[in-house]
């Protein structure tokens, strides 16, 4: 039998080694910037086109390459970074691995002109797929330049895999702000499809977070500075009120080296987690600098993922730095532990003595920096009227959080419900069974659900999710017709954004102003809000509105859907009745009536369900003994 193992050819391994380090244009964005970096530089221009996949050129003023460095530089696991074993656990330069040219030259045309300080010419090498096609010297600035054209050229499946435009180019501005934020002291720009998008002079780290994320951000970061014998934290998080809906503006560095961790992700959350509403995140750039001997980053080609010889005392310095910075600018709240806070929102327990209280002293409760008056009664009696006085009113307050009906409508519900039983039992639910019951009286579960009598049982809607899917519909509908019905502002409202928000909002600007918004830009990143949607009226200032549509709109980029179809995704889900809204009888009849109005009244945005329905038979087998 004939032996069955064989060496793979060169250009096979590069290639397989190219899928694990080159995945798209922002990965190998990564690896030349960071090669940039290692390399001493001052300056580094990112210039791409065609979001990266026709053209990615890589500038920078570092120490360059002797000739025959820059022939070795294409050849696989030959690297300047590392001599022996020991040098793995010591790593303090961005790359090592001797993997990125070898990878990128097997997938792409690579174009390489580097020059030394010390020599008069520098070096050109043409390169496609591992394979050089020139080499000889050449005129060429201090430092080094890579032109990779035609990423996957001689893989058209790869190709076939890359994301649209906008996509990419938003990994591609994710991967470029790691990397200046990692480096405020190096003076970077990006340019795409000859347009300028980022110029970041050298400063200092607040300096790169405000240039990146916006001007607001200047007076909403708050420095955390902790050093330790295991470990400096140092870096900024944002106040409470700058937190966002997404989480694209949280950044951990271990070494200037960008990582990804949940459970570090983790320690600085909880110390907001009485500070913001739920799906809110706050911004932080936190920088962990440890000894290289403590961690191991050769866990996976992109270096993202790292291990530490002690991550949870890693997670404790961290937990107390943010948590001491937040205490530092008076951010965390201050506790009363002597005070229920629960009574302390009852007339009885936080009024001053009257003059009706013959019978009573007055003395002031200094532990708290309320410093209110508290009554001391003289007699049992008193206290226990009192006591039941402040019991009641508590009560009442409870009952008051949520609408009840009254006796009369009650009773005319349950004579409803009963009649709306006793018919005739049907097996799915038939349009007809809504239709018929659309006059009756609906209730409101917890604030969330809408229940409605129907002829086969009851229905429980879900106000939300309906509302949702009654607004994709409408705005899908506004889109294609162009008759939104738009909110005009009596005084125009200016709105700056940072880069990467601009530059989406720019792209869907005709499809957003068919929505019902009135847009116009107005000098770089800057637009002027002259009307909004007429359903968000009584939801969102206009800031709001359009920040919610573009964190949106970021979060869906990866859906199959095409592209009004996210927008009208993000719209509903900013302008929808949300769950714990107090609804009228007559709202929630006109949503029912609306949602059944609907090409898929089933079906929420999140691939779950609007309504569901209870049968009789299966509420009969509810009530049976046994159960």
Same mark, same amino acid.
């Given at each position: 039998?004939?032996?069955?193992?064989?060496l793979l050819p060169d250009n096979i391994a590069n290639q397989i080694a190219a899928g694990e380090v080159i995945q798209r244009p922002s990965s190998m964005i990564k690896e030349l910037m960071e090669n940039s970096i290692d390399a001493g530089s001052t300056e580094i221009k990112?210039?791409?086109?065609?979001?990266?996949?026709?053209?990615?050129?890589?500038?920078?003023?570092?120490?360059?390459?002797?000739?025959?460095?820059?022939?070795?530089?294409?050849?696989?696991?030959?690297?300047?970074?590392?001599?022996?074993?020991? &040098?793995?656990?010591?790593?303090?330069?961005?790359?090592?691995?001797?993997?990125?040219?070898?990878?990128?030259?097997?997938?792409?045309?690579?174009?390489?002109?580097?020059?030394?300080?010390? /020599?008069?010419?520098?070096?050109?090498?043409?390169?496609?797929?591992?394979?050089?096609?020139?080499?000889?010297?050449?005129?060429?600035?201090?430092?080094?330049?890579?032109?990779?054209?035609?990423?996957?050229?001689?893989?058209?499946?790869?190709?076939?895999?890359?994301?649209?435009?906008?996509?990419?180019?938003?990994?591609?501005? &994710?991967?470029?702000?790691?990397?200046?934020?990692?480096?405020? /002291?190096?003076?970077?720009?990006?340019?795409?499809?000859?347009?300028?998008?980022?110029?970041?002079?050298?400063?200092?780290?607040?300096?790169?977070?405000?240039?990146?994320?916006?001007? $607001?951000?200047?007076?909403?970061?708050?420095? %955390? $500075?902790?050093?330790?014998?295991?470990? @400096?934290?140092?870096?900024?998080?944002?106040? !409470? *009120?700058?937190?966002?809906?997404?989480?694209?503006?949280?950044?951990?560095?271990? @070494?200037?080296?960008?990582?990804?961790?949940?459970?570090? =992700?983790?320690?600085?959350?909880?110390?907001?987690?009485?500070?913001?509403?739920?799906?809110?995140?706050?911004?932080?750039?936190?920088?962990?600098?440890? *000894?290289?001997?403590?961690?191991?980053?050769?866990?996976? !080609?992109?270096?993202?993922?790292?291990?530490?010889?002690?991550?949870?005392?890693?997670?404790?310095?961290? $937990?107390?730095?943010?948590?001491?910075?937040? #205490?530092?600018?008076?951010?965390?709240?201050?506790? /009363?532990?002597?005070?229920?806070?629960?009574?302390?929102?009852?007339?009885?327990?936080?009024?001053?003595?009257?003059?009706?209280?013959?019978?009573?002293?007055?003395?002031? &409760?200094?532990?708290?920096?309320?410093?209110?008056?508290?009554?001391?009664?003289?007699?049992?009696?008193?206290? =226990?009227? &009192?006591?039941?006085?402040?019991?009641?009113?508590?009560?009442?307050?409870?009952?008051?959080?949520?609408?009840?009906?009254?006796?009369?409508?009650?009773?005319?519900?349950?004579?409803?419900?009963?009649?709306?039983?006793?018919?005739?039992?049907?097996?799915?639910?038939?349009?007809?069974?809504?239709?018929?019951?659309?006059?009756?009286?609906?209730?409101?579960?917890?604030?969330?659900?809408?229940?409605?009598?129907?002829?086969?049982?009851?229905?429980?809607?879900?106000?939300? #999710?309906?509302?949702?899917?009654?607004?994709?519909?409408?705005?899908? #509908?506004?889109?294609?017709?162009?008759?939104?019905?738009?909110?005009?502002?009596?005084?125009?409202?200016?709105?700056?954004?940072?880069?990467?928000?601009?530059?989406?909002?720019?792209?869907?600007? !005709?499809?957003?102003?068919?929505?019902?918004? *009135?847009?116009?830009?107005?000098?770089?990143?800057?637009?002027? %809000?002259?009307?909004? !949607?007429?359903?968000?009226?009584?939801?969102?200032?206009?800031?709001?509105?359009?920040?919610?549509?573009? =964190?949106?709109?970021?979060?869906?980029?990866?859906?199959?859907?095409?592209?009004?179809?996210?927008?009208?995704?993000?719209?509903?889900?900013?302008?929808?009745?949300?769950?714990?809204?107090?609804?009228? @009888?007559?709202?929630?009849?006109?949503? %029912?009536?609306?949602?059944?109005?609907?090409?898929?009244?089933?079906?929420?945005? @999140?691939?779950?369900?609007?309504? %569901?329905?209870?049968?009789?038979?299966?509420?009969?087998?509810?009530?049976?003994?046994?159960?």
């Amino acid at each position: 039998m004939a032996d069955k193992i064989n060496l793979l050819p060169d250009n096979i391994a590069n290639q397989i080694a190219a899928g694990e380090v080159i995945q798209r244009p922002s990965s190998m964005i990564k690896e030349l910037m960071e090669n940039s970096i290692d390399a001493g530089s001052t300056e580094i221009k990112l210039i791409i086109k065609d979001a990266g996949k026709l053209l990615v050129q890589v500038i920078d003023n570092g120490c360059g390459m002797s000739e025959m460095d820059a022939r070795m530089s294409f050849e696989r696991h030959a690297t300047s970074k590392i001599k022996n074993i020991d &040098d793995l656990f010591l790593i303090k330069t961005m790359g090592f691995r001797g993997e990125a040219l070898a990878s990128i030259a097997a997938v792409a045309q690579v174009e390489l002109k580097t020059r030394r300080v010390e /020599d008069e010419m520098g070096t050109l090498i043409l390169n496609e797929g591992c394979e050089v096609i020139l080499q000889e010297p050449c005129q060429t600035p201090i430092g080094t330049s890579i032109s990779v054209k035609n990423l996957f050229y001689n893989v058209p499946a790869r190709r076939n895999f890359l994301k649209a435009n906008h996509v990419e180019l938003k990994h591609i501005i &994710d991967e470029f702000q790691r990397i200046v934020l990692a480096h405020p /002291d190096v003076f970077f720009s990006l340019n795409n499809n000859g347009t300028e998008i980022f110029h970041l002079p050298k400063g200092t780290l607040k300096q790169r977070i405000v240039a990146l994320f916006g001007k $607001n951000y200047q007076e909403k970061l708050v420095t %955390v $500075n902790e050093e330790t014998s295991i470990c @400096n934290i140092v870096g900024f998080v944002g106040t !409470p *009120d700058s937190a966002k809906k997404s989480r694209g503006e949280q950044f951990f560095f271990v @070494n200037k080296r960008f990582i990804k961790s949940a459970y570090l =992700n983790h320690a600085v959350q909880i110390n907001f987690s009485q500070l913001l509403q739920k799906d809110n995140y706050p911004l932080y750039v936190l920088f962990i600098e440890v *000894d290289p001997k403590r961690i191991d980053i050769n866990v996976h !080609p992109t270096k993202q993922e790292i291990k530490f010889d002690d991550d949870k005392i890693i997670y404790s310095f961290l $937990n107390s730095a943010v948590r001491k910075a937040l #205490a530092q600018f008076s951010i965390t709240p201050s506790l /009363d532990f002597n005070q229920d806070t629960a009574f302390s929102r009852l007339e009885g327990f936080t009024r001053g003595a009257t003059k009706s209280d013959d019978n009573s002293m007055t003395h002031f &409760d200094t532990s708290s920096h309320y410093f209110r008056p508290i009554k001391t009664k003289n007699s049992d009696a008193e206290r =226990n009227a &009192d006591n039941l006085k402040n019991w009641e009113q508590m009560y009442a307050a409870i009952k008051n959080q949520e609408p009840e009906m009254d006796e009369n409508d009650s009773q005319t519900f349950v004579s409803k419900f009963s009649a709306a039983t006793s018919g005739k039992e049907s097996s799915q639910l038939q349009l007809t069974d809504v239709a018929q019951f659309s006059e009756q009286l609906m209730m409101q579960l917890h604030n969330r659900y809408i229940l409605s009598a129907i002829k086969s049982g009851f229905m429980l809607v879900d106000q939300q #999710a309906a509302h949702e899917r009654i607004l994709f519909e409408k705005f899908l #509908a506004y889109m294609t017709k162009q008759q939104a019905a738009s909110q005009h502002q009596l005084f125009p409202v200016k709105v700056e954004l940072a880069k990467q928000d601009a530059m989406l909002l720019k792209e869907n600007l !005709p499809d957003i102003n068919l929505m019902g918004f *009135d847009l116009q830009e107005f000098g770089t990143d800057t637009f002027i %809000v002259h009307g909004v !949607p007429a359903e968000l009226k009584n939801n969102f200032n206009e800031k709001t509105a359009i920040q919610y549509l573009l =964190n949106q709109l970021r979060e869906n980029l990866e859906l199959k859907l095409n592209q009004r179809e996210k927008l009208a995704r993000a719209m509903a889900k900013q302008a929808a009745v949300k769950s714990g809204t107090v609804l009228s @009888n007559k709202e929630m009849k006109t949503l %029912v009536d609306e949602l059944f109005g609907c090409e898929k009244p089933y079906a929420a945005l @999140n691939n779950k369900l609007t309504f %569901v329905i209870y049968k009789l038979p299966d509420i009969e087998k509810l009530f049976e003994k046994g159960n």
